[in-house]
């Protein structure tokens, strides 16, 4: 049985890991973002075939379903090794720190480039799906409904859930960082992305991308809404995983070793 890493080991494997990140080329870190994000839409069209097609029969207990189904999303993306935005705060920031460097250029470059091509390669299959009579009626609809729901929160709910979506999967990074094995990690990755779609944690990519399906399929939003919800969920993406969660753990890094000198 292999023994669990203390904080330590989970730190400089998150560097080891932030390196590598920091070190992609630019076509790869457009490559495995671009897949990152219409892996994203493979998770949000099979929510919405499970959920649209459980409804009749299991009432609110279809967004449960729903949110089983779309885990698997986030088991491909960790599988795949794919690049998602607000998933790459931890490691990278672990590298910048321990590197005594805040090596802003390279963050900057990483997670601008990685929320593009996140946003342009599912916003390009979401197109894909929209053709009609790709996706069933009741996809569709529930589809369009979720748009709707998001769009009818305020900015202040909006901020909230983006503060804990952020803080959900900038932890995942951190998980994934303390396990040792495949089955480990997939495991994880099926928790995060179950907790992902069923909570009031708002993932900018998600979200966005769940809107956008709603808008191809009728639901009426307008894009000063669209452009709110962006910036609002990104903040809160932001605030969650780099405030709560990525310095919390840097912060632990940083305590443990000035004791230990």
Same mark, same amino acid.
Do not use: C
């Given at each position: 049985?292999?023994?669990?890493?203390?904080?330590?080991?989970?730190?400089?494997?998150?560097?080891?890991?932030?390196?590598?990140?920091?070190?992609?080329?630019?076509?790869?870190?457009?490559?495995?973002?671009?897949?990152a994000g219409f892996t994203v839409v493979f998770g949000i069209v099979t929510l919405?075939?499970?959920?649209?097609? &459980?409804?009749?029969?299991?009432?609110?207990?279809?967004?449960?379903?729903?949110?089983?189904?779309?885990?698997?999303?986030?088991?491909?993306?960790?599988?795949?090794?794919t690049e998602l935005f607000t998933e790459n705060f931890f490691d990278p920031t672990?590298?910048?720190?321990?590197?005594?460097?805040?090596?802003?250029?390279?963050?900057?470059?990483?997670?601008?480039?990685?929320?593009?091509?996140?946003?342009?390669?599912?916003?390009?299959?979401?197109?894909?799906?929209?053709?009609?009579?790709?996706?069933?009626?009741?996809?569709?609809?529930?589809?369009?409904?979720?748009?709707?729901?998001?769009?009818?929160?305020?900015?202040?709910?909006?901020?909230?859930?983006?503060?804990?979506?952020?803080?959900?999967? &900038?932890?995942?990074?951190?998980?994934?960082?303390?396990?040792?094995?495949?089955?480990?990690?997939?495991?994880?990755?099926?928790?995060?992305?179950?907790?992902?779609?069923?909570?009031?944690?708002?993932?900018?990519?998600?979200?966005?991308?769940?809107?956008?399906?709603?808008?191809?399929?009728?639901?009426?939003?307008?894009?000063?809404?669209?452009?709110?919800?962006? &910036?609002?969920?990104?903040?809160?993406?932001?605030?969650?995983?780099?405030?709560?969660?990525?310095?919390?753990?840097?912060?632990?890094?940083?305590?443990?070793?000035?004791?230990?000198?």
């Amino acid at each position: 049985m292999s023994v669990a890493p203390d904080p330590a080991e989970i730190f400089e494997r998150a560097v080891a890991e932030g390196e590598r990140r920091l070190d992609q080329s630019l076509l790869e870190l457009v490559s495995t973002s671009f897949i990152a994000g219409f892996t994203v839409v493979f998770g949000i069209v099979t929510l919405g075939y499970v959920h649209g097609a &459980a409804e009749p029969l299991l009432g609110e207990f279809a967004e449960i379903a729903g949110a089983l189904a779309f885990g698997i999303a986030v088991v491909f993306l960790i599988v795949g090794r794919t690049e998602l935005f607000t998933e790459n705060f931890f490691d990278p920031t672990a590298k910048a720190v321990k590197s005594d460097s805040w090596m802003l250029s390279s963050l900057f470059r990483l997670w601008v480039v990685t929320f593009m091509f996140n946003l342009l390669g599912g916003g390009l299959f979401a197109l894909v799906f929209s053709v009609e009579g790709a996706l069933s009626a009741h996809a569709a609809e529930a589809l369009r409904s979720f748009a709707v729901e998001f769009v009818r929160r305020g900015v202040f709910t909006e901020f909230a859930n983006g503060v804990a979506g952020g803080a959900l999967v &900038a932890l995942l990074s951190f998980l994934l960082a303390a396990v040792n094995s495949v089955r480990s990690r997939i495991t994880v990755a099926y928790i995060v992305g179950f907790l992902l779609a069923l909570g009031p944690f708002d993932h900018v990519v998600v979200t966005m991308l769940h809107v956008f399906f709603g808008v191809l399929f009728g639901a009426d939003i307008g894009v000063a809404s669209f452009a709110v919800m962006t &910036a609002t969920v990104t903040l809160g993406n932001f605030v969650g995983g780099l405030g709560l969660v990525t310095f919390t753990h840097v912060t632990q890094f940083k305590g443990a070793r000035k004791s230990d000198s």
